[in-house]
């Protein structure tokens, strides 16, 4: 045994804690970044009644701040490297609150997109600052664990919005609500410009911490200029987890309070337990994910077997969402939602860790923030292609109920289409000429699934139109 190697065992024996309290600053921003992006999900009934959006407007705001954020990921990864973590942060922090409360004096889709679009900027910088700082305060065999607990906060901010923010909005006004939550969290800004400073800069980090926390080979203090990290196959690997995984995660976090609303008939005080217990899930899936690779690391496995392995793992089990749009009942459709994103922030746990993993620590800012711009580029068009589809409403697919020509006694067909069918009915004159479904013919007689486009018999006609209409007609669902 080395000389070295001594020094770091003798370390781990007696190491101190400080860094840790580093995690803790991390977790409590995470929650504030994820309470304030995650409100206008919560909100996202009571503001289109309120200010009347169309989902065409409410995908318009939500496109606007994943512009920003792509945006706004490139330049705060650099700003990091340049001025560090404690300087970036706080910039940050300042420009996404202020954006945040902002949100309570707009009166107009423009004038929330703008806001949205400030707070995407500001809150792009929360990840590659976090990041950033565990790399300054973590050796490699624990950063996918410092990671994961701070990236834990996404889901703790996603639980709290849902259990506080209905009772400010039903209290106060949503207004207000904005306003509230954008002081209140002021006072996290106050704690980290106290308590952050470099480990070799920090009083309060004992000899033998430091010790612990610089026992990786010291990296290159020279920066990467944006060439040079474009052009590593290490790069595309890390851009091409995030353009897969971080479309899904926004579409959860922007669109999962409406479809829980809308498919299963809950008003903005009842979707909040439903949400907190998927959240949750994420949650531990979270911290899981960083514990597992950590725990292979320190039982011998190399730091590739150990990432990949989990993150297989993790793809794995996302698999059963599938069948989740088929649940009728609220808490099984829960389940395998939460399921899904446990798996997905463990998954984001290990994938968050490669940049510290592959670059230097002068480059970790930029080349985390590169390859995150990718991802939110292609939730830019991820909001659209969600409205198109209808995604944005009940369910993912379309069960249309075609009454056929058949035999006595044989129940109507009925099969699964995909959501762009529904666009053929653009409006509720257009909904008219449509056959009313006999409920106690269709095998989703429960009345329940309210999706039904119900089709003049075959042998009649096979275009919308009113003469071939068997039966009087109605236009009980909404239309876009």
Not at 60 to 81: K, L
Not at 181 to 192: K, M
Not at 281 to 299: E, F, H, N, P, T
Request: hydrophobic share 45%.
């Amino acid at each position: 045994m080395t000389e070295a190697d001594a020094s770091i065992q003798g370390a781990a024996a007696r190491v101190g804690s400080y860094r840790w309290v580093i995690v803790g600053l991390l977790f409590a921003a995470t929650v504030i970044n994820y309470i304030d992006r995650q409100m206008i999900g919560v909100l996202k009934p009571t503001l289109m009644e309120d200010l009347q959006w169309s989902e065409v407007d409410y995908a318009n705001i939500v496109f606007w701040f994943q512009t920003a954020y792509a945006i706004g990921y490139i330049g705060f990864g650099r700003i990091v490297d340049v001025i560090g973590a404690r300087l970036g942060y706080a910039i940050a922090f300042v420009i996404w609150t202020l954006a945040h409360i902002a949100h309570g004096g707009v009166h107009s889709v423009t004038q929330f997109a703008m806001a949205r679009f400030g707070l995407g900027i500001g809150e792009a910088g929360n990840f590659p600052s976090g990041i950033k700082a565990v790399t300054e305060w973590f050796p490699s065999r624990e950063r996918a664990f410092a990671i994961g607990l701070f990236n834990a906060g996404a889901n703790i901010g996603a639980v709290v919005t849902p259990l506080v923010v209905p009772f400010l909005v039903v209290a106060y006004g949503w207004r207000e609500a904005f306003v509230m939550t954008g002081i209140a969290t002021s006072v996290w800004l106050v704690a980290w410009l106290a308590l952050y400073r470099r480990p070799t800069e920090h009083k309060r980090i004992s000899a033998s911490e430091l010790a612990w926390i610089q026992q990786d080979p010291v990296d290159p203090v020279t920066p990467l200029p944006w060439g040079s990290i474009a052009a590593r196959r290490e790069t595309w690997a890390y851009a091409l987890g995030k353009f897969c995984i971080d479309p899904i995660w926004w579409f959860f976090l922007f669109w999962l309070p409406g479809y829980l609303g809308d498919r299963y008939h809950l008003d903005i005080l009842q979707f909040g337990p439903p949400l907190v217990a998927v959240y949750l899930l994420s949650d531990i899936g979270s911290v899981a994910g960083g514990w597992a690779s950590s725990r292979m690391i320190k039982a011998g496995k190399t730091v590739n077997y150990a990432r990949k392995t989990t993150m297989l793992i993790c793809a794995i089990a996302v698999t059963p969402i599938f069948f989740a749009q088929y649940y009728a009942d609220l808490w099984v459709a829960v389940g395998v939602i939460g399921l899904a994103t446990a798996a997905h922030q463990a998954f984001s746990a290990n994938l968050y860790t490669l940049p510290s993993d592959l670059f230097p620590r002068s480059a970790v800012g930029s080349g985390n923030a590169d390859c995150a711009s990718v991802g939110c580029c292609d939730n830019c068009s991820d909001a659209f292609s969600l409205v198109g589809l209808r995604l944005s409403l009940r369910r993912s697919v379309l069960r249309v109920c075609i009454p056929r020509h058949r035999v006595r006694g044989q129940r109507p067909a009925c099969r699964i289409v995909p959501r762009l069918v529904r666009t053929a009915a653009a409006s509720c004159e257009a909904q008219r000429r449509r056959t009313e479904c006999a409920r106690d013919e269709c095998p989703y007689a429960d009345g329940s699934l309210l999706d039904h486009v119900c089709e003049p018999p075959a042998e009649t006609a096979t275009t919308l139109s009113l003469e071939s209409s068997a039966r009087p007609v109605t236009c009980d669902w909404p239309v876009s």
